[in-house]
């Protein structure tokens, strides 16, 4: 683990489950586990990638770190410079408010994200406004100087959303979340929904604002190949549970957990002399609701032992901030998808 002065943010044994009413009364049958025993941290200035498949659980550990949602369990920790360490499951509905100037999110879909019946400049300025956070006459001033960092024509401001391009709005949705400057900011799958052109502009555009602006992120996407690129560390989701965590590089070169390796066989090599058999995940991904017993991704392992259907493996640091849940973390010799 690292310091506490590296530290932006540990979340500790989160959860989260959603209770599923059927019938008349509306009596809770059953629950999907979308979170379940994560934990992690995010060191301050880093980009910080998690990944997995649609339904593992990403957008619901994004909104619980911002408590955008209230969990079921677990402790996220802040260290932010003027304050004193404090957890944020912790914090009353005032305090609250005033910890949205330090985290905010970009979301995934800019179509659907940006209110259509307010102009660009209110989408901005809604967070100042909501959070009171400058007086009137700055407010306009911070509007223009935050489109401007985004790439937001001033010109653009009175006009609504829907003029606007896939690109264009997630210009805008990132300058919503940029405009009260906060340090840390969940993107979530920030380019999955914009066209394959677009996709590196704003890529490059997150980067260069994090450079600028000192900004740590969390970056969530449902494919390692975006997060090659761009994080410094990764943690890979499954079915509500976190199954490994390192920093890119050691994920890339010596994957400790099955899944990730799968997930690296599928990448396509850069260098097309190196040919990677993809292995085959048997199966679809198993409900949440029901989830397999033991280590959820026995049913679809190559490596599984009687024990993976039996007991659930420990989250474990195996070497300095490389962690991984699997029974044989420490002993099987996994392939990456670097030599
Ligand atoms: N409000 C909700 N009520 C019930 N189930 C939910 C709710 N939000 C998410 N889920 C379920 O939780 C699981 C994780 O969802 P989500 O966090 O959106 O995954 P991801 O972002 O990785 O695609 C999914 O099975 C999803 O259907
Ligand atoms: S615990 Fe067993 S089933 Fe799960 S990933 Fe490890 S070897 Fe595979
Ligand atoms: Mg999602």
Not at 67 to 90: C, N, Q, S, W
Request: proline share 7%; hydrophobic share 40%.
């Amino acid at each position: 683990m690292p310091g506490d002065d590296q530290l932006l943010l540990e979340v500790k044994n989160l959860k989260k489950y959603f209770p599923i009413r059927r019938g008349a009364f509306g009596t809770v049958k059953k629950t999907v586990k979308a979170v379940d025993r994560v934990s992690f941290f995010i060191k301050k200035g880093e980009t910080f990638g998690l990944v997995g498949e649609s339904g593992s659980g990403k957008t619901t550990t994004g909104r619980l770190i911002l408590r955008a949602m209230e969990p079921t369990e677990g402790e996220v920790i802040y260290h932010l410079e003027d304050r004193e360490p404090f957890d944020l499951m912790k914090l009353s509905k005032k305090e609250l408010w005033e910890f949205r100037r330090y985290s905010q999110m970009i979301f995934q879909d800019p179509y659907s994200s940006l209110n259509p019946r307010m102009t660009v400049r209110d989408i901005v300025a809604e967070p100042l406004i909501a959070t009171k956070a400058l007086q009137k006459e700055a407010v306009t001033q911070r509007i223009r100087e935050t489109a401007k960092k985004c790439q937001v024509s001033i010109e653009f401001l009175r006009r609504y959303p829907h003029a606007f391009s896939g690109g264009q709005r997630q210009r805008i949705g990132i300058a919503r979340a940029l405009v009260l400057n906060p340090p840390f900011i969940v993107c979530d799958e920030p380019v999955s929904a914009l066209d394959v052109s677009i996709q590196a502009q704003i890529l490059n555009l997150l980067n260069d604002l994090q450079e600028e602006l000192d900004l740590t992120y969390l970056f969530i996407a449902h494919d390692l190949s975006v997060v090659e690129h761009i994080c410094d560390r990764v943690g890979v989701m499954y079915l509500g549970r976190l199954f490994e965590m390192a920093t890119t590089r050691d994920l890339f070169f010596s994957p400790r957990h099955p899944y990730t390796e799968a997930l690296m066989s599928a990448i396509p090599a850069a260098d097309p002399s190196i040919i990677m058999e993809p292995i085959k995940l048997t199966g679809e991904i198993p409900s949440p609701i029901n989830p397999p017993e033991g280590c959820s991704f026995h049913p679809r392992c190559r490596y599984a032992q009687p024990i993976c259907s039996q007991s659930i493996p420990e989250w474990k640091e195996y070497s300095p901030e490389h962690f991984a849940a699997c029974h044989f973390a420490g002993e099987l010799e996994l392939k990456g998808a670097f030599k």
